[in-house]
């Protein structure tokens, strides 16, 4: 026992380099689990907040019959939705953007912000919408 202690105490400044090293390591992988755990729920909570009521998302290759693939008649509380990229254009500006078809808005476009900006467009302007060719939607 005295030669271990004796070598503990020979060695005391290496062993405490390593105390230290060990501590640090330690401290710092603590935060960083802590900060990632942080980011997670952030961004998860973001998204849900994004989502709003959305919880389910069906996406098909192309158009489907709304009964045929929803279970437990959840189709009564669904909202079917068609999602094409297309190009928007007024005035010579042109922006690519994700149309999303919904019943709700019935003939009417509806733009977020930041297009409306880009193409300097307020309520009631004309656009050209130009979606992929036909042979791509039934």
């Not at 755990?37 to 998302?57: F, H, P, Q, V, Y």
């Not at 279970?71 to 068609?82: A, F, G, K, M």
Request: hydrophobic share 45%.
């Amino acid at each position: 026992m005295t030669a271990l202690f004796r070598s503990l105490w020979y060695d005391r400044w290496i062993n405490a380099a390593v105390i230290l090293g060990v501590f640090c390591a330690t401290a710092v992988l603590t935060g960083a689990l802590l900060v990632g755990d942080s980011m997670r729920g952030s961004l998860k909570a973001l998204t849900l907040d994004r989502l709003n009521r959305i919880d389910t998302i069906l996406t098909a290759p192309s158009f489907i019959a709304p009964p045929v693939f929803v279970p437990n008649n959840l189709w009564t509380e669904s909202v079917p939705v068609i999602y094409v990229p297309a190009v928007v254009e007024h005035e010579g500006n042109v922006c690519g953007v994700q149309i999303l078809g919904t019943k709700h808005f019935g003939n009417d476009i509806v733009a977020n912000q930041t297009l409306a900006e880009r193409l300097g467009v307020s309520s009631g302007s004309d656009i050209l919408l130009r979606i992929n060719s036909p042979q791509h939607i039934p």
